[in-house]
């Protein structure tokens, strides 16, 4: 079979998209996942809503370094087949993908949490310690 598009047209539509693109979302996601780690860290933790966005930034963060990592070893460019320890860098690669697997699975959770605690605080509300 004849491929749609020239393996060149492939690398070049692969980096703009997978390289460039991907990873200036991911450090967007970076800096904005860092500041609100900071600011809820600043309000307290004493609030389960507080520590509900917390632990999503956190999430988020994860997630958004895992992105990185598994995008520049992905890279067209990066030539694993050329590179004398491409173990090392498939390795990266793996842990990097089953960690924005998990991050994306517990995301979900955390935001599902949030969505209960919304529905339920009036009738049942969350506590943290003795408050």
Do not use: W
């Amino acid at each position: 079979m004849k491929p749609l598009v020239s393996y060149h047209i492939y690398t070049i539509v692969m980096f703009v998209l997978g390289v460039s693109a991907t990873n200036v979302v991911a450090l967007f996601g970076v800096f904005s996942n860092t500041a609100n780690i900071l600011v809820y860290y600043k309000m307290g933790l004493q609030e389960t809503t507080n520590i509900s966005f917390f632990t999503l930034a956190i999430n988020d963060l994860m997630a958004s370094v895992a992105t990185i990592i598994v995008e520049i070893c992905q890279s067209p460019m990066m030539k694993i087949n050329e590179l004398p320890r491409k173990a090392s860098v498939l390795q990266a690669m793996y842990l990097a993908s089953f960690i924005v697997y998990h991050c994306c699975g517990f995301g979900a959770f955390t935001t599902a949490l949030l969505a209960s605690e919304r529905c339920l605080c009036i009738v049942l509300p969350l506590r943290v310690g003795d408050t």
